[in-house]
């Protein structure tokens, strides 16, 4: 089984700045693209970045050139640092992962961790 644990989201004035984390544990063979969506009440939840296994990366939008996405393979773990954040930046931030599980390495996962808030206020 495996999970995916976020850190770092918080209350923030506009244009400060947050660091989100998330850590993949688990039985895990391999990870591939990992990801963070957002979500706000009464909508759907949407694609901020996502970078994979080799590093390229992908951004939404509304956050290129304030939003960056890296990953420390060797501890499975993605971070999103967040600067000049604005309040429409408010949402519940998930982390994503495609993870082939060590039981049965041609499987893929396709896991989300629980979410953490990030509010800015303006």
């Known amino acids: 089984q495996v999970q995916l644990v976020e850190s770092g989201g918080g209350l923030v004035q506009a244009g400060e700045s947050l660091r989100l984390s998330c850590a993949a544990s688990?039985?895990?063979?391999?990870?591939?693209?990992m990801g963070w969506y957002r979500q706000t009440p009464g909508k759907q939840r949407e694609l901020v970045a996502a970078?994979?296994?080799?590093?390229?990366?992908n951004y939404a939008d509304s956050v290129k050139g304030r939003f960056t996405i890296s990953r420390d393979n060797a501890k499975n773990t993605v971070f999103l640092q967040m600067n000049s954040l604005k309040p429409e930046d408010t949402a519940v931030y998930y982390c994503?992962?495609?993870?082939?599980?060590?039981?049965?390495?041609?499987?893929?996962?396709?896991?989300w961790g629980q979410g953490t808030q990030v509010t800015v206020s303006s």
């Open positions: 994503n992962a495609a993870i082939q599980p060590r039981s049965r390495p041609s499987l893929t996962i396709d896991a």
């Open positions: 688990g039985s895990i063979f391999r990870i591939n693209t």
């Open positions: 970078i994979t296994s080799g590093g390229s990366t």
